[in-house]
């Protein structure tokens, strides 16, 4: 395999993994995901939480050892604005994300291949089309940089990291005790 492949490689290796891992976690499922709509349910939730302190622990990590480097894009309440209403529009009428489409496709659930995919596809699509014309408008809005967690509070990334997980996890043991 070539140098220049291992990135896609390994992309491809950990989204298997993270499929694998939402199908058993039950995310895939309408019932788990309404459950978190009507906020009776937390499981999506309490998995999402788990990823993040995951992938932040494991991204600085590499990042310590010299084997990463990251550079965040630019952010704006605009960009977060449309951002979130496309997610959330997709979210409210299908009950699915891209990452818990995918691992539904992968179960077989014709509603996130027929519904879901196509939604995406056409999402993307709107937003391509789109794009110039927000790009110098609203995308702009409120313009904050390449904004991180250690920046805005003046931490170190270790501390970041440190606190946003311990501030997850005692989140995650207060759902629990909840029974939610």
């Given at each position: 395999m070539k140098k220049g492949k291992y990135p896609l490689f390994w992309g491809l290796i950990f989204g298997i993994a993270f499929g694998f891992l939402l199908q058993k976690g039950g995310v895939t499922r309408?019932?788990?995901i309404l459950?978190?709509?009507l906020l009776e349910d937390f499981t999506v939730l309490k998995i999402m939480f788990s990823a993040i302190i995951t992938g932040s622990v494991g991204l600085h990590y590499l990042?310590?050892?010299g084997l990463i480097t990251l550079n965040p894009k630019?952010?704006?309440w605009g960009k977060n604005a449309i951002g979130g209403l496309i997610f959330g529009v997709g979210f409210a009428i299908l009950g699915y994300c891209p990452g818990?489409?995918?691992a539904a496709m992968g179960n077989g659930y014709l509603d996130?291949?027929?519904g879901g995919f196509p939604g995406i596809l056409f999402g993307s699509w709107l937003l391509a089309v789109l794009y110039p014309g927000l790009k110098a408008g609203i995308l702009k809005k409120g313009d904050f940089g390449d904004l991180t967690l250690s920046r805005l509070f003046r931490v170190s990334d270790r501390m970041a990291v440190l606190i946003?997980?311990?501030i997850l996890v005692g989140a995650m043991f207060i759902m629990e005790a909840a029974g939610v």
């Open positions: 309408y019932d788990v459950g978190q709509l990042k310590s050892r630019k952010g704006s818990t489409i995918a996130a291949a027929l946003m997980s311990i």
